[in-house]
């Protein structure tokens, strides 16, 4: 059976949730010293994988960093933002990492995700936080495919869905080529 | 499929992605009301064939409680907006008039 897109499961990355109020300059400051990336707009992320920030809610970032940096990078935070009303907890062990790549990869998320994935709606930069079948999780584009973050408590179940989601033809509105 | 837009995040999602939280603009009555204003603070509810105000919560994404209004006989959405309010913000109101003229919901018109 064909394969739409090669679903791989990546390594753990350093992840700290913050929340907090996002708009106010000094979390701003912190928050680029930290990850080196700015603060994303409206469901936006920005920067990389070595110093990115997701956009989560109104009043929560994700914070992507090396593995080995996270302790440091909380304490860093916490120290600039000591009088700031805020949360900074480190998540790198709650969550798993998935990479869906291919020309189809759009066709297997949208295959157990409800969501418009053309281009159009969702572009490079873009992240989107959704139901997965039965389980809650978010996903990036990049030049090549998708960036796929769920709880590690439901890792198994997302990895063996995605697998399948990525065999045999192209259906459905993305099926057009 | 209802599909209703997150006033936070903006998304337009699918209900699949949300939780229906019930009826919107309750008034709390607790402790010191009388037994009519709690019984219907707890039970008594609309149950419209028309225009209805709900709240829902954008569960799988940005985890945000939000109020819709929508009609229960067509499945129209009217708009969507804010939790933090105590009625109908006017561009919603006026939203429903110009589809529903005469509409009424409990005291909103």
Not at chain 2, 33 to 47: A, Q, T
Not at chain 2, 56 to 66: D, N, P, Q, T
Not at chain 2, 81 to 99: G, L, R, V
Request: hydrophobic fraction near 40%; include cysteine.
């Amino acid at each position: 059976m064909s394969e739409l897109a090669k679903v791989t499961r990546l390594a753990l990355r350093g992840m700290i949730t913050f929340r907090g109020d996002v708009s106010s300059a000094r979390v701003k400051k912190a928050i680029k010293a930290a990850t080196g990336a700015a603060v994303p707009k409206v469901r936006s992320i920005s920067g990389n994988r070595d110093g990115g920030v997701a956009w989560m809610s109104p009043d929560e970032l994700l914070l992507m960093v090396p593995y080995g940096d996270v302790q440091n990078i909380i304490a860093d935070l916490s120290k600039a933002l000591v009088n700031d009303h805020v949360l900074i907890a480190d998540v790198s062990d709650a969550r798993a990492v998935f990479r869906v790549e291919g020309v189809e990869a759009a066709q297997v998320l949208a295959r157990v995700c409800p969501v418009d994935l053309h281009k159009d709606s969702f572009d490079i930069g873009e992240i989107r936080r959704t139901r997965m079948a039965q389980v809650a999780a978010a996903f990036w584009r990049d030049e090549t495919g998708f960036e796929v973050i769920c709880f590690r408590s439901v890792a198994d179940y997302v990895e063996a869905l995605l697998q399948r989601a990525a065999q045999a033809t192209p259906v459905g509105a993305l099926g057009g080529r | 499929m209802l599909i209703l837009t997150c006033p936070y995040c903006g998304v337009k999602a699918d209900e699949t992605e949300l939780s229906a939280g019930g009826e919107a603009h309750l008034k709390r009555f607790g402790p010191g009301s009388s037994e009519d204003e709690f019984e219907g603070y707890l039970f008594v509810r609309e149950n419209p064939k028309g225009v209805h105000f709900e709240r829902w919560r954008h569960s799988y994404g940005c985890g945000k409680w939000f109020h819709a209004a929508r009609c229960t006989m067509t499945l129209e959405v009217f708009g969507t907006y804010p939790a933090q309010t105590f009625e109908p913000p006017q561009d919603i109101k006026d939203a429903i008039s110009a589809k529903r003229p005469n509409w009424r919901w409990r005291d909103f018109s």
